[in-house]
Nanobody
Framework: QVQLVESGGGLVQAGGSLRLSCAASGRFLSIDPMGWYRQAPGKQRDLVATITRGGRTNYADSVKGRFTISRDNAKNTVYLQMNSLKPEDTAVYYC???????????WGQGTQVTVSS
């Protein structure tokens, strides 16, 4: 079992920055990849960024050049640095991770990010 706990969401003006963190705990041998998804009201949950244990990253086109994902393998923690935020970035951001022999997906409880114009 893997528990994911997010932190760092909040309210920010357009053009501002926020940093999200997600710490994984529980009993697991490895957790890979880790990532962030987001869901705006009335919309589906979409990929924001993922990162492998080896540091390979993948970003949604809408956030490339503005968001940076990183992870600390020793702490089983993934971060999302969000710069140049736009109102359309407003959503609940969910931490995601895969672990176990069946490569099961785990999700955090979500953290609200609101960008005002």
């Amino acid at each position: 079992q893997v528990q994911l706990v997010e932190s760092g969401g909040g309210l920010v003006q357009a053009g501002g920055s926020l940093r999200l963190s997600c710490a994984a705990s529980g009993r697991f041998l490895s957790i890979d990849p880790m990532g962030w998804y987001r869901q705006a009201p009335g919309k589906q949950r979409d990929l924001v960024a993922t990162i492998t244990r080896g540091g390979r990253t993948n970003y949604a086109d809408s956030v490339k050049g503005r968001f940076t994902i990183s992870r600390d393998n020793a702490k089983n923690t993934v971060y999302l640095q969000m710069n140049s935020l736009k109102p359309e970035d407003t959503a609940v951001y969910y931490c995601n991770a895969y672990s176990g022999p069946l490569i099961r997906a785990y999700w955090g409880q979500g953290t609200q990010v609101t960008v005002s114009s």
